[in-house]
């Protein structure tokens, strides 16, 4: 006879409530359905009936439950936790990778339209940029052609003859400012056609003439391997401002010049306005300039002589380029012209100075918008500040009105050409 197993206590306590004690038909078939319907050992985890055996359990037991069945229902299941949303540029690891694909190639979109948007701004920023530029220089040039207007014709309405040259017309500033560029001009053109393959060696030039050298441009040497050119436009220009434009009327021996000067200053103390003492000078260089031109032209030859010599010692000793004839008839050309405007700004009534500014290794020199002129092609509004390494060619300053008067007026005729130094 097979072992029966030994029934659970539920099952006995279910037996002893519900059986009588005289059937013994109904005990063997409860006892069958208990073993039946008693389960098997599970984890802790699996303690629940399945809503199909605790249904059965309540119809075979209407009045009393088991404690199994009741601690079975008395348990509601725990709902499953909500699934996160997920932010944009947050991906769930339980996506499958065709949708973590299309969230990159969504985000990879929008990227892109956000780089397109602002490259659009860029743009339009920067056409609002160059339109702003464009309007800024061509109101410039306007009032740069309204103040020339202005000046010639306050040039040509002065009376009593505003300037005078040797025919006693007036000369209006015009004319000096195109005289000056001219020769401006000329001289680098003179450079550039006799230097521009020679090279500057500075190893047998002689301690005089480095002195001379330090004097004239004290930066040279910063100058010899970035700016030749340059260097020996400034060195002839400062020979020629200091020989022809710094005189006080060339042709004048130096003795003869002094007593002048002498004369005008001692006149100053006893006139009652600067204006009278324009007017005396005004009025005795130009009876030398028309009445003593034979006197003037020998002590001008000699000025002239001894400028051509110093410039070609200097040159011919610094670079590979030796003197010719050609070369000095270059530059007796281009002394001549200076002296003529020399003294064409000496018998103003107003007073004219050449501007030249000396460029010192222990001094910095900045860039002045409204007396100088940068040659190195950059725009004037990226120059604010910048020290400059050497001037080129000078300027032309006057201060004063046509009839010597006035002399706090200060008006630039002609800016000096400098190089700035680079960022």
Known sequence: MPHSPKPSPSSNRRRNLNQPPSSTATTAATTALTRALSPTPAPRSSSLATPSLRNTTSNLHPTTPSRTSSLSLSRNPSPSPARPKEEPGHYNMQDSPEDELSALQQENLHLKDNINALDAQNTLLRDILRQVKTDHRQELAQLQDQIRGLKEFVSKSGNGGAGINGSGQTTSDEVFEEGMGKLGNGLQNWVLVYWRRSKIDLSHASEATLTELDRIVPTYRDLVST?????????VSRLLTESIFNTYFVGLSPSEADKLAEAEKSLGTYATSPEMMSQWRSLTLAILQKDASGKLQRETSTIVDALVAKVNRLLDEITSSKSNDARDQGLRSLIASAVDLSRLLAVQKAVFAVHM???????????????????GGEDEEGLFEREISCVTFPGIIKRGDETGGHLQFRNVISKARVLCCPE
Do not use: C, N, R
């Open 357 to 375: 500014p000396q460029v010192l290794p222990h001094q910095q020199i900045m860039f002045d918008a409204e007396t100088m002129e940068d040659i």
């Open 227 to 235: 700016a030749k050119i340059h260097l020996l436009q400034s060195l």
